[in-house]
């Protein structure tokens, strides 16, 4: 799979659902064994087994929507131990999976897959110009 942003995301943002600016998002580092991405059925975090995520973010920060592009500061994930990791994926966190809308999938980009050690893990979005994804 490519990196893709799930439709009912998509669905989500048209609809007023997510904002982008003023909605906690995070992501999950995780792997494809205990998870198949459903890029056009997958709606909320629930979706995503709890087996398959290996480490989660604190909130982004500085988050900005120029012209359609989703940006933020680079992410930190700390201490990380677990399985290979394939996937990330991003989501508004609204505190409760069943209702965290999930954003992009991701599994084509430096560094992936990743084996953590136990150090911390960098997340460094794309700095051209679609940054972390384009609507």
């Known amino acids: 799979m ?5 439709g009912l995301g998509r669905e989500g943002f048209l609809g007023s659902s997510i904002d982008w600016i003023s909605n906690t998002i995070k992501l999950v580092l995780g792997t494809t064994g205990s998870y198949t991405v459903a890029i056009d059925t997958h709606q909320f975090l629930s979706s995503v087994a709890g087996g398959a995520r290996v480490a989660t973010s604190s909130a982004f920060s ?31 966190d609204t505190g409760s999976d069943a209702t965290s809308r999930l954003i992009a999938y ?13 150090g911390n893990i960098t997340i460094q979005f794309d700095s051209g110009a679609n940054r972390i994804f384009k609507l």
């Open 2 to 6: 490519a990196n893709a942003l799930y």
């Open 62 to 92: 500085n988050k900005t929507k120029t012209l359609g592009v989703a940006d933020a500061d680079d992410v930190l994930l700390s201490s990380v131990t677990g399985s290979t990791c394939q996937f990330i994926i991003i989501y508004q």
């Open 106 to 118: 991701i599994d084509t980009a430096t560094g992936l897959p990743v084996t953590p050690n136990g």
